[in-house]
């Protein structure tokens, strides 16, 4: 998995490549791909070291998960920022080796079952050793509908439904 963002450079050699010429191809239910943006993987450096910024960066950026079937990808629409302190967070009683990746340095993925009904991603956002993240609410899907046809659905803002990637 990748967050991406959109690239807006020219395309020159040593430039980020098309995400088409990465990974499985697009199945056909996906949008004309002419009319996508192109994406390039957003740098562990990039990222904003603290929960909110990070929080505000991902919006718009992109989730991808390449897999034999193919590949799945949505915009990134909705996310919380969690600190270690909030009670509603899963780093909120210390590291466990459930929650590992939330307390490593930033950009670190945590997936997980929830409710016994779908599967939620956090991306860590602090230094190493710090339990904070944001939660991806909701995505709106690009590449892969059909992929995520069989796979669980989530809620986003007002009850939109939006299928799950992982």
Known sequence: MSATGESRGSGHPGGPRRASERGPKRDAASTDAARLPRLRRVRRAELPLRAEELARFLIGKYLVRDSDEGRASGRIVENEAYHQDDPAAHTFRGETPRNRSMFLERGHAYV????????????SAETRGVGAGVLLRALVPRDGIALANG????????????????
């Open 112 to 123: 997980y079952f929830i409710y016994g009904m779908w599967y939620a991603v956090n991306i």
């Open 151 to 166: 796979a669980p659905v989530v809620s986003g803002a007002g009850g939109q439904q939006v299928d799950c990637l992982v």
